[in-house]
């Protein structure tokens, strides 16, 4: 129960820091709002591996991952199923 509890509270202080980092990609200085721009990107990126591996986990097809994300299956599989 302690590692759902401490996964949850990870979860909330990264949506806090997600949060602050989108605020920061509207910075008038484009320096401060490229770098934010940038660390969105990584964030998105291991998000989307995280729900993918999860859904596969869970025995969702490339097709059903696919979709969900709005793209082909085949676009996909590319990506994530050499990781796995």
Same mark, same amino acid.
């Given at each position: 129960?302690? @590692? @759902? &509890?401490?996964?949850?509270? #990870? @979860? *909330? $202080?990264?949506?806090?820091?997600? $949060?602050? @980092?989108?605020? $920061? $990609?509207? %910075? ?5 709002? /490229? !770098?934010?721009?940038?660390? /969105?990107?990584?964030?998105?990126? %291991? /998000? *989307?591996? /995280?729900?993918?591996? !999860?859904?596969?986990?869970?025995? =969702?097809? =490339? *097709? *059903? &991952? #696919? ?5 082909? !299956? ?5 990506? %994530?199923?050499? !990781?796995?």
């Amino acid at each position: 129960m302690s @590692t @759902t &509890i401490d996964n949850m509270a #990870g @979860t *909330e $202080a990264d949506a806090k820091e997600a $949060a602050g @980092t989108a605020e $920061a $990609a509207l %910075h008038a200085d484009p320096r401060v709002g /490229l !770098r934010a721009v940038a660390a /969105l990107r990584r964030l998105v990126e %291991h /998000l *989307e591996a /995280l729900q993918v591996d !999860r859904a596969r986990r869970l025995g =969702w097809s =490339w *097709e *059903e &991952i #696919g979709g969900a994300l709005g793209v082909s !299956r085949q676009a996909v599989h590319k990506k %994530h199923a050499r !990781r796995g």
